[in-house]
């Protein structure tokens, strides 16, 4: 499955950012969906996950209550709302797609993934 990650861009500290990623060439409702993000200099972290029915979701506690995943297996596509953002929230973030067994499994270890997209820049300006 191929995926593109679109929405990127430069916020200031409090607003808010959609961040999209499109998905092709497979049976988008096979996959549990997930959102990664990396800063410079950091490690690839686990942001937010969805399971294949969308019914069930998982959130980093670093943007628990400010960022909702949601998916749209109709249009193959997944969506990261993030509200509040915070400087922190600069990075690089990736959209990702795992194959699971249960339709109500919520991946969110990177081993579990495997197909990622490009990545899309956001930047909170303080």
């Known amino acids: 499955v191929q995926l593109q990650a679109s929405g990127g861009g430069l916020v200031q500290a409090g607003g808010s950012l959609r961040v999209s990623c499109a998905a092709s060439?497979?049976?988008?409702?096979?996959?549990?969906m997930g959102w990664f993000r990396q800063a410079p200099g950091k490690e690839r972290e686990f942001v937010a996950a969805i399971s294949r029915t969308g019914d069930s979701t998982y959130y980093a506690d670093s943007v628990k209550g400010r960022f909702t995943i949601s998916r749209d297996n109709a249009q193959n596509s997944v969506n990261l709302q993030m509200n509040s953002l915070k400087p922190e929230d600069t990075a690089v973030y990736y959209c990702?797609?795992?194959?699971?067994?249960?339709?109500?499994?919520?991946?969110?270890?990177?081993?579990?993934?495997?197909?990622w997209g490009q990545g899309t820049q956001v930047t909170v300006s303080s």
């Open positions: 990702a797609a795992g194959r699971t067994r249960r339709a109500t499994t919520v991946p969110t270890a990177t081993y579990e993934y495997g197909y």
């Open positions: 060439g497979g049976t988008f409702s096979n996959y549990g």
